[in-house]
Structure formats: C-alpha cells, structure tokens
C-alpha cells in the first residue's frame, strides 16, 4: 500500500510560481514510478510530468519549459516545480505513483489569477 500527501498548493498571480510536495510511504520509492496530475473544474484528469525510476521525465506541451518535476528519494518525496503560471493551470493537481498499480493524493488547489 502507497500513501502520498501533496502540499504546496494556493493561489498565486499569473506569471508567478509555486513548487508542490508529495511525500509517498509505503513503499519502495526509489522503486516507483512518479507523476503528477492535474483537473481543472469540467475536465478530464490529465497528466502533467512523470517521471521513471531511471530518471526520465515526460511532460505535458502545455508545460513544457516552464514546469520541472523532480524527485528526492532519500526523502521520499517527489516535487513539481511550476513557473510563468497562467490562469490556464488552475486545477487540482494529484501527485501520482504507480507501484503494480495506480496510487493517488489527495490533490492539492492550485488557482492562478489574472
């Protein structure tokens, strides 16, 4: 069994920053691989960087260049670092693992005003 708590999230400007947290127990972490997510109200849940145990990383178009998800496995934590927010992230974001199967946060808010 995977636990993951995200923090970081609340409201920020447009152009600002925000780094979110998730810390996983449970399991192996340096073991798993390691995402985030994210729903906006009225969409679908999304992928927005994941990264593999072996350190590779893919990122939604929409981020690219201005998101960068890290991971600290001596902490077991994984974080995303998000940049030149725009109202167009304002979501719910998940943090992600999967170990055999799909873990989910809680979610943390994230809202960018205009």
């Given at each position: 069994?995977?636990?993951?708590?995200?923090?970081?999230?609340g409201l920020?400007?447009?152009?600002?920053?925000?780094?979110?947290?998730?810390?996983?127990?449970?399991?192996?972490?340096?073991?798993?691989?390691?995402?985030?997510?994210?729903?906006?109200?009225?969409?679908?849940?999304?992928?927005?960087?994941i990264m593999?145990?072996?350190?590779?990383?893919?990122?939604?178009?929409?981020?690219?260049?201005?998101?960068?998800?890290?991971?600290?496995?001596?902490?077991?934590?994984?974080?995303?670092?998000?940049?030149?927010?725009?109202?167009?992230?304002?979501?719910?974001?998940?943090?992600?693992?999967?170990?055999?199967?799909?873990?989910?946060?809680?979610?943390?808010?994230?809202?960018?005003?205009?």
């Open positions: 069994q995977v636990q993951l708590v995200e923090s970081g999230g920020v400007q447009a152009g600002g920053s925000l780094r979110l947290s998730c810390a996983a127990s449970g399991s192996i972490f340096s073991a798993n691989t390691m995402g985030w997510y994210r729903q906006g109200a009225g969409k679908s849940r999304e992928p927005v960087a593999t145990t072996g350190g590779t990383t893919n990122y939604a178009e929409s981020v690219k260049g201005r998101f960068t998800i890290s991971r600290d496995n001596a902490k077991n934590t994984v974080y995303l670092q998000m940049n030149s927010l725009t109202p167009e992230d304002t979501a719910v974001y998940y943090c992600y693992s999967w170990a055999g199967r799909a873990y989910w946060g809680q979610g943390t808010q994230v809202t960018v005003s205009s």
